[in-house]
């Protein structure tokens, strides 16, 4: 019963809203059109279109959205969180320079994959991209899930002792 309850929580539709403020996760713009990942409790939203009128929209419990955190090594603090439907995934990025510039700027996309071919990128406008996806981490908490740094994903128990 709950992997039905998993698979038809897994959606593609249009919707009509923006996020509620306490409900952003991030935003950018990519040209006319806009890139938001909101939340609402134990769900998360990708959704992209012209703004206030999606034309996609994917939302995913919390538990099994594929966020993967910044590994802690590289010139770049980055994060990505993948949605899928119809064999598609939609990864989004974000990434920042690690300088001595302490106004390094925020950049950040979305990768369309099918498989593991790229079918398109599309990268945010400069400037517009609200914050990183970090915040991912503390809603995946919320819901009950570690991060097992040995293994390199998200559990409902971790030993990292």
């Known amino acids: 019963m709950r992997r039905l309850a998993l698979a038809l929580s897994v959606l593609a539709s249009p919707a009509t809203a923006d996020c509620l403020p306490e409900g952003g996760v991030f935003s950018c713009q990519i040209g006319d059109k806009r890139l938001e990942i909101c939340h609402e409790t134990d769900i998360i939203t990708y959704s992209f279109g012209p703004p206030g ?43 920042q320079e690690r300088t001595a510039e302490e106004d390094s700027p925020l950049e950040a996309g979305v990768r369309v994959m ?48």
């Open 53 to 95: 009128q999606p034309e996609m929209q994917i939302t995913e419990p919390m538990e099994s959205v594929d966020f993967l955190p910044w590994p802690g090594v590289s010139n770049s603090i980055w994060e990505t969180v993948t949605f899928t439907n119809d064999g598609y995934g939609y990864e989004v990025w974000t990434s």
């Open 114 to 161: 099918q498989g593991d071919a790229l079918v398109a990128e599309l990268t945010c406008d400069p400037g517009t991209p609200s914050n990183s996806l970090e915040g991912i981490w503390d809603l995946k908490e919320a819901v009950g899930m570690c991060w097992e740094f040995s293994s390199q994903s998200w559990k409902t128990t971790c030993n990292n002792g």
